[in-house]
Nanobody
Framework: QVQLVESGGGVVQPGGSLRLSCQAS????????VGWFRQTPGKEREGISC??????NTHPSVKGRFTFSRDTAKNAVYLQMNNLKPEDTAVYFC???????????????WGQGTQVTVSS
C-alpha cells in the first residue's frame, strides 16, 4: 500500500521540542522532493520546510528552530522542532512535492497529519 504516515505530534510547553516523523511505504521516498506543511483551522495549509536534490527551503517563521532530515535506510523524513511557540500549534503534514522545493512549494501526495499543540 502506497502511503505516508506522520507521527510524533503531541502537546508541549512553549520552548519545548518535538520530532515529527513521516514514514513512507510502497514507494521510495528518497526519489522525491518532500515537504512539511502545517494547517490551522480557517487558514490555508502552508509549506514550512522542503528538501529535494540540492534544495532546502525553509519558511522564515521556523528558520533556526525547525530542521528537516532524511533517513534513506528507513525510508522516512523527519522534522525536528525546537523552541516551539504557541503559534506553531497546527496539524502537520508531509507530502511529496513533484514540482520541486523552490518558492512556494506545493504538496501532491499527502499523509494524514499529526496534531502539534504548544501550550502552557
Amino acid at each position: 500500500q502506497v502511503q505516508l504516515v506522520e507521527s510524533g505530534g503531541g502537546v508541549v510547553q512553549p520552548g519545548g521540542s518535538l520530532r515529527l516523523s513521516c514514514q513512507a511505504s510502497g514507494f521510495t521516498l528518497d526519489r522525491h522532493a518532500v515537504g512539511w506543511f502545517r494547517q490551522t483551522p480557517g487558514k490555508e495549509r502552508e509549506g514550512i520546510s522542503c528538501s529535494g536534490g540540492d534544495t532546502l527551503n525553509t519558511h522564515p517563521s521556523v528558520k533556526g528552530r525547525f530542521t528537516f532530515s532524511r533517513d534513506t535506510a528507513k525510508n522516512a523524513v523527519y522534522l525536528q522542532m525546537n523552541n516551539l511557540k504557541p503559534e506553531d500549534t497546527a496539524v502537520y503534514f508531509c507530502a511529496t512535492v513533484p514540482s520541486g522545493c523552490g518558492g512556494r512549494f506545493q504538496g501532491y501526495f499527502w499523509g494524514q497529519g499529526t496534531q502539534v499543540t504548544v501550550s502552557s
